[in-house]
């Protein structure tokens, strides 16, 4: 009778245990669910489409200004073009900042330097790591936005830039981890026989050691990448806020995420403007979520190609 | 020759690196340093956030983060325990669910602020209103228990990863030592496995928690209110919590010359706190890896 | 120490459930926290709730019947109104609370003696992009404006640009401390809020057009209507209020709660008699 009670006690935890694997995939499939499901209206009801309907979202408009997002307005307009400009130029800077930066890094403490500096640099990478992005959204509005004019000469204190770079301090700890793991995971017999033929430390490093290593670096740039797509707190506070239609990086900008995150307190639940912030929404979790996949299948594949070759 | 250039310059990537750390947490402290009193941690806010403290932000931020864990760890750990203890090795299914780990970390933390609203507080909710509140709105509108699960979503990630570090580092002769005694593949893990995990699982709650402490975007509509009376005590309250109030600060109060002290020390008080539990988490961390290897 | 206990009675004042909720317009979120903070000192027994997130977040939290008040600082449009009606079943009721003068801020060193409505207009418009149209030394102007889910920001694009769209370039911000913070660091910026505190900016004379003279916000000419762009704070709820919420509405725009607009920087709705 002790042996029943404890069986079923135990086939009860386990069934437990096996239902829990499934709530990260619940938790996607959720997510994917109840943002689409407040979006969908733009495609269906049509007052959301009149008001917002796909062709107004992504089509040049009449009148002076072909891509404007103003939904507050008499006539409200809804171009979401200006805003993947702004969450484009955003995280094209925080990447051209960040990787070459943190790649650097992880180059020379992994393969250059004394074990101890990585000692001292791995902490520091966590610190950095460890400042949550509406500190760092602070620090840039408040300091670096001045700085930042005054060193590049840009006539808006608010712009691509400073929010480019706030935003790459947050990128940066993402990928020097991720690319230093892959970079010590190289054996160390690649090095030992490169030196052996009279290499250099660094055409060990440049010609053998980072090619083995290229999967998990271009894993630790795509992460990067998609971290960068996603962090609302560093733009709303940092870029300006503006939806300019403009390559130019020296302007302000207005991103996906932090048009959400501005905008979604004031919207009447069920407006055209509700649902719109809602297709945003599902496009941002789209996005990463094709380029999560697309990463990992192709560090597979170059992971395959690499170790077949080998 | 070129080679020298080119290692220098990545000794330089380190530096600047190195700089813009020191830079952005330098002006905190210096700046910050100023109003940190217990008094100033204790006490309320005081003439429009212009005096007085931060205790119900720093309150506020501790009930959510404990809701959270005690949503997170459980969950966490349980998938953890699935994937390295039950699955059948190279099975789709263990694939898939690690694959969903891996996206669910990627997924933008405003994305999880639409979830919480559209999933916790509009479905959940007001379902909850309707089934057992008749038409009062009690759980139907933010509040802390939303803002908490919503959390334990984004940083379930983060326990997963670090409790499955902990459980592969346990050598398999243990498993089989327990197995070879007669024990369940339950009581294996519940007795043997668990134990030595706990470090893993440490590790993976506190940085659970650091992250869930800082992230603004996804408690903006799912409970965090600027300026609240009482402390909250039901689970749903609003809640004051460190990471809104310096959003907020830092754009909406009035008065920016009188805020900005207490801005720099809430920000203080805020990365003081992630950081103690980010160093603690490393440190335990850093244990069980030393463990490890002189175990092999 | 005395407001640690003050939040104590307060938690447990709010299981007793004499809670009044507040919601809405960030440019009065700290006039209703200083209302909130000494109406409870000096009434015990009462929790009132302040949050921000603009006045349209508070007009649809009055729709959504998540809220007793709405802080707006500025009127609800009709479509709103008859949303509340058909929701909850109630009329609205719009209480004027406080008077503000929306300002247009410039840095403290710009010399820019006046500004027209006309002028205003067509800078937010982006027609207008240059100082030296206005006769200034200083190169681009750089225009600052607030988030769409601002009460200040609606009020701005009625009256100031006529319904116009704001132009692209303009940064938005999503609050007066922003704006102002903004501008002190910003030789070249142009941006306008509430009436506020802040160092090393100043506010900018306006006047109606080029014959008028150009008055500055002060609480004379924004109680007396002369400055251009001045704006009544309001309360709404929905249907009239009752019990604690009349209370606390009564105190406000009793003599108490009027001082204290003057006190976190709004205007009285009425000049205050002399003692």
């Avoid at chain 1, 830039?161 to 020097?176: E, K, R």
């Avoid at chain 2, 699982?201 to 650091?210: F, P």
């Avoid at chain 2, 805020?259 to 335990?284: D, E, H, Q, R």
């Avoid at chain 3, 459930?17 to 317009?25: A, D, F, L, R, Y």
Wanted: with cysteine.
């Amino acid at each position: 009778m002790r042996t029943g009670g404890i069986l079923s006690a135990e086939k009860a935890v386990e069934a437990l245990i096996r239902l829990s694997a499934f709530s990260a995939i619940l938790g996607l499939f959720l997510i994917f669910v109840f943002i689409g499901k407040e979006a969908l209206p733009v495609l269906t009801s049509p007052e959301a489409r009149k008001e917002a309907g796909l062709s107004k979202l992504f089509l040049p408009q009449e009148g002076p200004r072909p891509y404007s997002w103003q939904p507050v307005s008499e006539i409200p307009k809804y171009s979401i073009l200006p805003l993947f400009m702004g969450t484009l130029k955003v995280t094209l800077v925080a990447i051209l900042f960040a990787i070459p930066l943190a790649l650097g890094a992880a180059l020379f403490t992994s393969e250059f330097a004394p074990d101890w500096t990585k000692e001292l640099l791995k902490p520091i990478i966590e610190l950095l790591a460890g400042i949550p992005s509406v500190v760092l959204g602070f620090f840039a509005l408040m300091v670096m936005a001045s700085c930042v004019q005054d060193a590049f000469g840009i006539i808006y204190r608010l712009n691509a830039v400073n929010a480019g770079i706030a935003l790459g301090l947050a990128v940066i700890p993402i990928v020097y981890t991720m690319a230093d793991d892959a970079l010590t995971a190289v054996p160390k017999s690649y090095r030992e026989a490169s030196i052996a033929m009279g290499a250099s430390a660094w055409q060990t490093a440049s010609k053998v050691v980072f090619p083995a290593a290229l999967p998990g670096i271009l894993a630790a740039c795509v992460l990067g990448f998609g971290r960068a797509i996603g962090e609302t707190m560093i733009v709303l506070m940092a870029s300006g806020n503006a939806p300019v239609m403009t390559w130019a990086l020296q302007k302000p900008v207005r991103s996906l995420s932090a048009t959400v995150a501005a905008e979604l307190g004031e919207v009447v639940v069920g407006s055209p403007h509700y649902h719109v912030l809602f297709l945003i929404g599902t496009l941002l979790f789209v996005f990463t979520f094709a380029l999560n996949l697309f990463a990992h299948w192709f560090v597979r594949r170059l992971q395959r190609k690499i170790l077949g070759a080998a | 020759m070129m080679g020298r250039f080119f290692i220098a310059l990545s000794a330089l990537c380190c530096a600047v690196i190195v700089a813009m750390t020191a830079f952005v947490l330098g002006d905190i402290a210096y700046f910050g340093w100023e109003k940190l009193t217990l008094s100033f941690l204790l006490a309320a806010p005081e003439q429009g956030m212009a005096a007085g403290g931060i205790f119900p932000a720093i309150f506020g931020t501790f009930f959510l983060v404990l809701i959270m864990t005690v949503a997170v760890i459980p969950l966490g750990v349980m998938t953890a325990v699935y994937l390295n203890e039950y699955a059948p090795k190279h099975s789709r299914l263990v694939q898939w669910v690690r694959l969903a780990i891996a996206n669910l970390s990627g997924v933008p933390a405003i994305v999880f602020g639409l979830f919480g609203l559209g999933f916790f507080i509009d479905f959940v909710g007001k379902g909850m209103d309707a089934a057992f509140f008749g038409s009062r709105l009690v759980f139907g509108q933010p509040a802390i228990l939303w803002a908490a699960l919503t959390l334990a979503l984004l940083t379930l990630p983060t326990v997963v990863v670090a409790t499955e570090e902990a459980l592969r580092a346990i050598p398999d002769s243990h498993r089989e030592v327990a197995y070879s005694l007669g024990a369940t593949r339950l009581q294996m893990v519940r007795r043997v496995v668990l134990p030595q995990a706990i470090g893993g699982i440490l590790t993976g709650g506190i940085l659970a928690v650091s992250r869930g402490a800082g992230e603004v975007a996804p408690i903006l509509f799912t409970g965090a209110a600027y300026f609240l009376p009482y402390l909250p005590k039901k689970l749903n309250d609003q809640f004051m919590e460190l990471g809104y109030h310096i959003y907020v600060m830092a754009t909406q109060s009035p008065d920016v010359e009188a805020t900005k002290p207490i801005l720099y020390s809430t920000v203080f008080v805020l990365l003081a706190l992630t950081f103690v539990l980010n160093f603690t988490a490393i440190w335990v961390r850093s244990r069980i890896r030393r463990r490890l290897r002189l175990a092999k | 120490m005395k407001t640690l206990a003050l939040i104590l009675a307060a938690s447990l004042a709010s299981a007793a459930g004499k809670t009044v909720t507040i919601k809405g317009s960030d440019t009065m979120v700290i006039l209703g926290q200083r209302w909130a903070e000494d109406y409870m000192k000096s009434h015990p027994g009462t929790v009132i709730q302040v949050t921000g997130g603009g006045s349209g977040t508070g007009i649809a939290a009055l729709i959504n019947g998540s809220t007793d008040i709405a802080e707006a600082s500025r009127p609800m449009k009709a479509e709103e109104k008859a949303s509340v009606k058909r929701k909850q079943g109630k009329d609205v009721s719009e209480i004027p609370v406080a008077q503000d003068g929306v300002a247009l801020y410039v840095h403290k060193a710009n010399p820019l003696k006046k500004i027209t409505l006309a002028q205003a207009k067509r800078i937010y418009a982006g027609e207008l992009t240059q100082w030296s149209e206005l006769g200034i030394k200083l190169s681009q102007i750089i225009v600052y404006g607030r988030e769409n889910n601002s009460g200040t920001y609606a009020y701005f694009k009625e009256h100031v640009l006529g319904n116009q769209d704001f132009a692209p370039e303009v940064l938005s911000l999503p609050g007066t401390a922003a704006v102002i913070n903004a501008i002190s660091k910003d030789k070249n910026a142009i941006g306008y809020g509430g009436i506020a505190y802040g160092k090393g900016i100043r506010a900018v004379p306006v006047g109606n057009d080029e014959k008028s003279p150009a008055l500055e916000p002060t609480m004379k000419n924004v109680l007396d209507g002369s400055y251009p762009i001045s704006r009544a704070l309001y309360f709404y709820t929905a249907g009239k209020p009752e019990g604690e919420m009349k209370r606390f509405i009564d105190w406000v725009l009793g003599p108490e709660g009027q001082r204290i607009c003057g006190q976190v920087g709004y205007y009285p709705l009425k000049k205050p008699s002399k003692p």
